[in-house]
């Protein structure tokens, strides 16, 4: 709208100085005549760009939020669906007790196996895959109590996780096992947080 009103404004100036008297279109360049100063219209001129060594103010980027405050906000004892529910209770019964970053690693890898397209599609199927999580018998996931804290931060983790809210601590991680034992794997080392070590 401010552009339209410029645009009109500077049409106008035109109007009035093309139609004006023989005796002002001849004046001297000299003398002061008709312009947009003189009309007032001064302001409505955008202000002539930086020079090349003039700083420019730049936006500031948003502010992250650190992983515990996160967690604060996204806490709950219930889950938002079950592929939620999934990885929350995977979360919880894989890292309870482990540090936030670590928490959240083991999210992460669970998130990473499902998109790899080298273990099952999602988040459930991943977790129930037979072999990959010792809690989980016989493809049932085990309910974590109710209002546990560690459960409700799970919830949180999981949340975050889906969301790509946070950087975990282990990223494109695909693996992970705990660190009093060594299973000799030939993969890559990505990080070590809490009691894990993770892999790609």
């Known amino acids: 709208m401010r552009h339209l009103f410029r645009a009109a404004a500077a049409s106008a100036v035109v109007l009035l100085i093309g139609t004006a008297s023989p005796a002002i279109a001849a004046q001297d360049p000299a003398e002061p005549g008709l312009s947009a100063e003189s009309l007032g219209l001064d302001a409505l001129t955008d202000p002539a760009p930086p020079a090349a060594?003039?700083?420019v103010d730049a936006v500031p980027a948003p502010e992250r939020r650190s992983l515990a405050d996160l967690v604060y906000d996204y806490a709950s004892a219930t889950t938002d669906d079950e592929e939620t529910e999934?990885?929350?209770r995977a979360v919880y019964w894989e890292s309870n007790g482990e540090p936030l970053a670590g928490q959240l690693s083991v999210a992460e890898v669970i998130i990473n196996r499902a998109q790899?397209?080298?273990f099952a599609g999602t988040l459930c199927g991943v977790v129930r895959q037979r072999g990959q999580f010792s809690f989980v018998r016989g493809g049932y996931i085990p309910a974590p109590p109710p209002g546990a804290r560690g459960w409700r931060n799970a919830v949180a983790i999981a949340r975050i996780a889906r969301g790509d809210l946070a950087?975990?601590?282990?990223p494109r991680a695909l693996f992970f096992h705990a660190r009093r034992v060594n299973p000799g794997w030939r993969l890559t080392?990505?990080?070590t947080v809490g009691n894990h070590v993770f892999y790609r």
């Open 189 to 191: 080392r990505v990080a």
């Open 86 to 88: 999934c990885l929350a």
């Open 116 to 118: 790899s397209g080298r």
């Open 167 to 170: 950087d975990g601590a282990a």
């Open 53 to 55: 060594d003039e700083a």
